[in-house]
């Protein structure tokens, strides 16, 4: 395709250039090729090349685009090439997923957070066990708050309302 074309005619050294069409990719909503330009700088550049915002612009475009499973694994990538994303970024993803029943994946990125020391937050830990209660797992609702506290995260009364509702629907 013409992404992998651009990829392969950049400069390796030119970051700034992979990272402005990053973010004219995420402006126009063109997902599919935000991913091509992601495997392609990776497979032509390697871990030398580290465009500063491509992962961020590639993860938001996959989430704008309803793509949580693609936004996964720009992060695995991401983190792969030991590049962390902003915090926010990794609440975002956390958000997407659980708003759409996926707390199975958000406790994926939660586990990738912990191993690449990203800060985890309330708001991850409110959003996962929404959806567990939303899905009545009480079990997984448990195992989120214990987990939650184990991180040094005072549970506020949306935690403990989700538990609830979990543990009422089951």
């Known amino acids: 395709s013409s992404v992998v074309s651009?990829?392969?005619?950049?400069?390796?050294?030119?970051?700034?250039?992979?990272?402005?069409?990053?973010r004219v990719l995420r402006k126009t909503r063109q997902w599919k090729?935000?991913?091509?330009?992601?495997?392609?700088?990776?497979?032509?550049?390697?871990?030398?090349?580290?465009?500063?915002?491509?992962?961020?612009?590639?993860?938001?475009?996959?989430?704008?685009?309803?793509?949580?499973?693609?936004?996964?694994?720009?992060?695995?990538?991401?983190?792969?090439?030991?590049?962390k994303p902003p915090m926010q970024t990794v609440d975002?993803?956390?958000h997407h997923l659980s708003k759409r029943l996926q707390w199975r994946k958000a406790v994926l990125v939660l586990d990738l957070s912990q191993d690449n020391g990203i800060q985890r937050t309330l708001s991850m830990y409110n959003n996962i066990l929404s959806a567990t209660s939303k899905t009545n797992d009480y079990v997984q609702s448990k195992v989120v708050l214990n987990r939650l506290k184990r991180d040094g995260?005072?549970?506020?009364?949306?935690?403990?309302?989700?538990?609830?509702a979990a543990c009422a629907s089951s």
């Open 6 to 22: 651009l990829v392969t005619a950049m400069n390796p050294g030119n970051a700034t250039a992979c990272d402005e069409l990053a």
């Open 33 to 83: 090729s935000m991913l091509m330009l992601v495997e392609g700088v990776e497979s032509s550049y390697g871990s030398t090349f580290q465009p500063k915002t491509m992962y961020q612009n590639a993860l938001y475009c996959c989430l704008e685009a309803n793509k949580g499973d693609h936004a996964v694994r720009v992060l695995q990538s991401c983190l792969n090439k030991g590049i």
């Open 92 to 94: 975002a993803l956390v």
């Open 153 to 164: 995260i005072q549970p506020d009364n949306m935690s403990y309302n989700c538990v609830l």
